[in-house]
């Protein structure tokens, strides 16, 4: 369960801009998601899908979110983010559990994420709920550094 006093429910209209800050804010880390700076906050803001995104919410600021990206082929793919500073203390498996949810009610039969393999909190977040490793994409993102970082790709049938 997530910390007490955090709220999860789908996200709406006017989540729009926390989620893009969350993300720009993530995204400075370098570490955990593909995306890096600079992230233009307007436009993600606005071009933000808020189909299938459901946001953690504590004294009226979102601290997390998870969004599942619903392909044509009957799989979702899975993403997430907990703001520094809340990790660690069930968010995101109160924002998994919420995803699942939201999958299976979708009707979709699989959700599939990709994840760095350095990312230790990510995948045992992610086996916690049964997905398994299928595969390993190498060199597969090219950071701004340069170097190219692996991906793990996961799945959960549903
Ligand atoms: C990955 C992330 C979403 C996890 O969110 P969180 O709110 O910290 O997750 P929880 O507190 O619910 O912990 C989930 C599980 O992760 C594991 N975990 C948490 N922190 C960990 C750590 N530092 N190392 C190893 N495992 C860890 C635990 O198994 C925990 O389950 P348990 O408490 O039942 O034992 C969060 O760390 C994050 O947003 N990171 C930056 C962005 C990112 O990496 N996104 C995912 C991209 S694939």
């Given at each position: 369960?997530?910390?007490?006093?955090?709220?999860?429910?789908?996200?709406?209209?006017?989540?729009?801009?926390?989620?893009?800050?969350?993300?720009?804010?993530?995204?400075?880390?370098?570490?955990?998601?593909?995306?890096?700076?600079?992230?233009?906050?307007d436009?993600?803001?606005v071009?933000?899908?808020?189909?299938?995104t459901?946001v953690?919410?504590?004294?009226?600021?979102?601290?997390?979110?998870?969004?599942?990206?619903?392909?044509?082929?009957?799989?979702?793919?899975?993403?997430?983010?907990?703001?520094?500073?809340?990790?660690?203390?069930?968010v995101?498996?109160?924002?998994?559990?919420?995803?699942?949810?939201?999958?299976?009610?979708?009707?979709?039969?699989?959700?599939?994420?990709?994840?760095?393999?350095?990312?230790?909190?990510?995948?045992?977040?992610?086996?916690?709920?049964?997905?398994?490793?299928?595969?390993?994409?190498?060199?597969?993102?090219?950071?701004?550094s340069?170097?190219?970082?692996d991906?793990?790709?996961?799945?959960?049938?549903?």
């Open positions: 369960m997530a910390s007490a006093g955090v709220e999860i429910r789908p996200a709406d209209d006017s989540d729009r801009r926390a989620i893009a800050t969350l993300l720009a804010a993530v995204a400075e880390e370098r570490d955990g998601i593909a995306t890096e700076p600079p992230v233009d906050v436009a993600m803001t071009k933000w899908r808020l189909d299938g459901i953690a919410v504590a004294a009226g600021a979102v601290v997390g979110q998870v969004h599942v990206e619903a392909s044509r082929f009957g799989f979702g793919e899975l993403g997430m983010m907990v703001a520094d500073g809340w990790r660690g203390r069930g995101g498996t109160a924002l998994v559990a919420a995803a699942i949810d939201w999958a299976r009610e979708r009707g979709l039969h699989k959700v599939t994420l990709g994840v760095f393999p350095h990312n230790d909190a990510a995948i045992a977040l992610y086996r916690k709920f049964g997905f398994v490793e299928e595969g390993r994409l190498t060199n597969h993102i090219r950071r701004a340069g170097e190219l970082w991906v793990i790709e996961m799945g959960l049938l549903l």
